[in-house]
């Protein structure tokens, strides 16, 4: 049994998710790739594959990681099996294909990239690890619940978020109903954490400190995907991207304010937290007075899937150079906060 539990480093510059193996990185020399993780194939079999892939140069040109949590599409056969609809569930809880434009956007920036190939039916990297709806968990007479995170040890009932289906693994759809035939076991949901959460979350974590000391100062750009945004007023201007900050805290407002000029000089229609404005990663990484500064970017589905929403289209291309401008802009200011250089005009 090969077993990814702890992450591998390796120089081959590879990125291989399905049908975007490469995508353009392969081109680019001088990467390192990580491997972390694991997602266990079969519950009779040993076969395991990464939960997580890193790539990134060894000399980055800027001070910013991109990661994509919810575009994972590895899907074991004991899971669609338990799946009512797979289909339908893997199209409504995926960031259906976004790593295909976060791959460009890092060729095009130069910026590392973090691709979680786990699935969000399995387990929610955006999600505590203690964020759980007991109610779909079948467990002994008895169960200490604190096992299941020694850091974080969760109370004798789940949120309001876990109990309304979109815990660490979700439940149930809006509009949809039930996703899986029967209950998780403790353990397996126990295994899930211990395999993919932790180690991508301790990944991300490192990875974060690694460019901070670096540079002085890191961006996580958490890239993110949602459906078409309705319309509230007639003749409105319905936003396509959506820039999150935890309404300001995880991250200095030079940044978010950079980022809506950007993007509204690129004739783009933003919104500012409403009605994303970032989950639990910006809540664990972003730590902006230690150097570490965080962003969700969602992107309207339209703006690089065909018309069905399924498959990357034409427009993958033109939106991640548009968005490695974003990403420079981005590098370029965080840059200047390691530095301190933003903090000596400030004081001019």
């Known amino acids: 049994m090969r077993s990814y539990s702890q992450s591998e480093r390796s120089s081959e510059p590879t990125f291989s998710q399905g049908e975007i193996a490469a995508r353009g990185l392969g081109e680019r020399k ?5 491997r972390g993780g694991s ?3 079969s519950s009779d079999s040993d076969a395991q594959s990464p939960a997580f892939v890193h790539v990134a140069p060894r000399d980055m040109p800027l001070p910013v990681l991109i990661a994509v949590p919810h575009a994972g599409c590895n899907y074991p056969s004991q899971i669609t099996e338990q799946m009512r609809d797979p289909r339908s569930s893997q199209l409504r809880l995926e960031d259906r ?4 434009v976060g791959v460009e ?9 973090l691709v979680a190939h786990a699935p969000r039916a ?10 759980i709806d007991w109610g779909m968990i079948s467990r002994p007479k008895g169960f ?8 974080r040890r969760p109370g004798p009932s789940s949120n309001t978020r876990a109990r309304s289906g979109l815990g660490i693994v979700p439940r149930r759809l809006p509009g949809f109903g039930e996703i899986w035939r029967s209950k998780l076991s403790h353990n397996e949901l126990a295994r899930r954490i211990e395999q993919i959460h932790r180690p991508y979350h301790e990944f991300l974590e490192k990875e974060l400190a ?5 540079w002085g100062a890191a961006l996580l750009i958490d890239l993110h995907s949602m459906p078409p945004l309705r319309r509230r007023a007639p003749g409105e201007a319905v936003p396509r991207i959506v820039i999150g900050d935890r309404y300001g805290a995880s991250c200095d407002h030079i940044l978010a304010a950079h980022a ?4 509204d000089e690129a004739g783009q229609v933003a919104a500012h937290n409403r009605p994303y404005s970032g989950g639990y990663v910006l809540d664990r990484h972003a730590r902006p007075n230690q150097g570490i500064h965080a962003i969700q970017i969602e992107l309207c589905r339209t703006t690089y899937l065909d018309a069905s929403l399924c498959e990357p289209s034409s427009r993958v291309g033109p939106l991640a150079q548009m968005l490695a401008g974003l990403v420079r802009i981005l590098g370029a200011e965080t840059a200047g906060l390691g530095s301190g250089r933003h903090v000596a005009q400030a004081a001019e």
Do not use: C, P
């Not at 001088?30 to 990580?34: M, P, Y």
């Not at 200490?144 to 850091?151: G, I, R, V």
């Not at 690694?210 to 670096?214: F, P, W």
């Open 260 to 263: 809506f000029r950007y993007l």
């Open 144 to 151: 200490d619940t604190s096992a299941f995170d020694e850091d």
């Open 97 to 100: 294909r976004v790593d295909a």
């Open 210 to 214: 690694r460019i901070r000391d670096a």
């Open 122 to 131: 399995m387990i929610d990297l955006n999600r505590a690890s203690d964020d």
């Open 105 to 113: 956007v890092a060729r095009a920036s130069g910026t590392g990239l």
């Open 39 to 41: 997602i266990s194939w």
């Open 30 to 34: 001088g990467l390192v790739t990580t």
